[in-house]
């Protein structure tokens, strides 16, 4: 299997389990706007499952391919299990779908992979932006019922399918305290910038790797037959600090990217006013006068261009973002060591090492 | 059993079972504003969860004692059967917790059972209108996950927890879908008001039969042992005649009733200017001058005090107060038949009809 061909089967199977779950049943009566509004709600259900990088995919799948006792065999188990995996790591992605949909709301974005964002664009084929608003939540709410329904289906076909469905459960339950702790972070003080690091990267254990890495490594591992306690502790070794590291790379990013490769503007979360690792290392390596500009320009109600650049200008006069490259180094090696702990054979310590090195390519410059 | 010690039980079973859900771990190091505003959020999901009439637990338990066979056994297998029934039967009321959160941020709704809307109280206490509603977008996805987390570990104690599972997914879905059809059917033209009344009629179906009247008896005849198409078939009979004079008594009670016994203030669906059953049957009942008022109050932007007592009087001067007590009536009928139908002995159909004229007090009128 070729990561492209992954990546074609992964996309396939989201579009035919999306528009299985928000098909109506030919024989209902529904008819006017309400035939209208449902089938735009069916359809933005489709386009906003589109165009995800499926990076939670594939470690689902290839952490599989490299911790299956029956992965080098050429039967049909491994072909089984794998086709199962498949299934649940699409109800990832379906869940980080949903997720993103509620997330645009809360932030009122604009903009989601390039193209309008799901509650923007029901309320243009709506014509009123609250009922677009009323739809996105509704549509939210109906991909996180869908992932549920594709994980606890696939689960049946799995070792331990109740468990398989707790975990998928316990994995809702994280991102979304973690989406609460992402809105109660903004509510922190500026000086106390260390303080607002830890409590960062704490955020970012709910809200991104519980999802992210931690999930899609627990499922390969328990598809593989291992006991549930030990699939949990090794699927956290490997996995939190390499969601941490994925968020902060995430992070920088959105100052050091360019808007092609994001498909957002340059310093987005600038310009918000965001409270992130970044910041708050720029606060803590700034001498008085930046500290000043920048605590300054973060509890006025907005930033403009100027703000932006000269931010940008800080995050790297202040060393901050060498900080955040020196972190996600050394959470990587975190990583790279919990690997190790599996004393896998060479090929699938390999396999299970690229896998994760995908969350941060920022780690090769 | 009593009514009320069941609802003693269920109460308190809801109360812990969100409490549990909401608790972080106590070696999470959470503070500062990300402790402070969780455990707000974790409160409010106890507020919001109080205060329910619970009807669609009580039809699930009284269902189940009518409809188990070893319901008049005096022995263990009954009880605990039962004991996993209040769970689910827990779980769908957490459910329409979850589902009221995000209504009442759709509607822009300030008070839900007599006090303020969760996410205008999470409003308050975050001085922030907007965080509200994003923590309240946030605490109702929670609640749903909890629901179904709730609803999972109960089935595990019942015959063929997949499929219980998969019942509760489908009531997910099936009000989601509801809501989106609620939305939509507001913009249904006012001039075809047999189709308009059709329509709404149908949305009660996905909306508010599927949850209140549908799901509660499957679960009950699912946990009796009952094949589950049979389950499925005998649960539609019933329960969607049923929950829709149900939702037809609650509309209705919104003009007729008094604001103490709904918690919300009378006519507030016509100063919302829903588009309703009774709305429809006014316009067809109506003459011309009649139909000219109705339509020209439902176009305009906003309805006052006097608008809505000169509705309220067109409502009943048409004749669509009594025509929504007939259709009412008619479909009371229709539950009676099909509980016959179940053939069961008299003490024990008295309790399942006993338990689903809890909905529509109305009838005894």
């Not at 290839?62 to 049909?76: E, L, V």
């Amino acid at each position: 299997m070729t990561v492209s061909s992954d990546l074609a089967l992964i996309e396939s199977r989201i579009a035919d389990a999306v528009d299985r779950f928000m098909a109506l049943d030919a024989d209902d009566t529904i008819e006017g706007p309400c035939l209208t509004i449902s089938r735009e709600v069916a359809r933005q259900a489709l386009v906003s499952s589109e165009g995800g990088k499926r990076l939670r995919a594939l470690l689902a799948l290839h952490a599989f391919d490299a911790t299956d006792p029956q992965g080098h065999d050429d039967d049909d188990a491994h072909a089984r299990g794998r086709d199962a995996v498949l299934d649940l790591a699409c109800a990832i992605e379906v869940f980080q779908t949903a997720a993103l949909v509620h997330d645009d709301i809360i932030d009122d974005s604009d903009l989601r992979r390039g193209k309008p964002a799901a509650h923007k664009a029901l309320g243009t084929t709506s014509h009123s932006a609250s009922l677009g608003r009323g739809l996105g939540i509704m549509l939210g709410d109906l991909l996180a019922t869908a992932s549920v329904d594709i994980a606890h289906a696939a689960a049946q076909r799995m070792p331990r399918p109740d468990m398989i469905v707790s975990t998928f459960l316990r994995m809702h339950r994280e991102v979304e305290i973690g989406q609460v702790l992402d809105l109660a972070v903004e509510l922190s003080p500026l000086d106390e910038p260390e303080r607002l690091a830890r409590e960062s990267m704490n955020v970012f254990r709910w809200k991104t790797a519980s999802y992210t890495t931690i999930a899609p490594l627990e499922f390969a591992l328990l598809a593989s037959g291992r006991d549930p306690r030990r699939a949990h502790a090794d699927a956290m070794a490997i996995g939190l600090p390499l969601g941490q590291a994925f968020q902060l790379a995430d992070d920088l990013l959105d100052v050091i990217g360019s808007s092609r490769s994001t498909g957002k503007p340059v310093g987005g979360d600038i310009r918000e006013g965001k409270r992130t690792v970044l910041l708050a290392d720029a606060i803590s390596g700034a001498d008085q006068r930046q500290r000043r500009t920048l605590i300054d320009m973060f509890s006025s109600q907005s930033r403009g261009d100027d703000d932006v650049r000269r931010c940008i200008e800080l995050f790297e006069g202040t060393g901050a973002i060498d900080r955040s490259r020196r972190r996600i180094r050394a959470l990587w090696q975190g990583t790279l060591h919990a690997i190790g702990d599996l004393r896998l054979p060479p090929q699938d310590e390999r396999t299970l090492t690229e896998a994760c090195m995908r969350f941060i390519p920022i780690i090769k410059a």
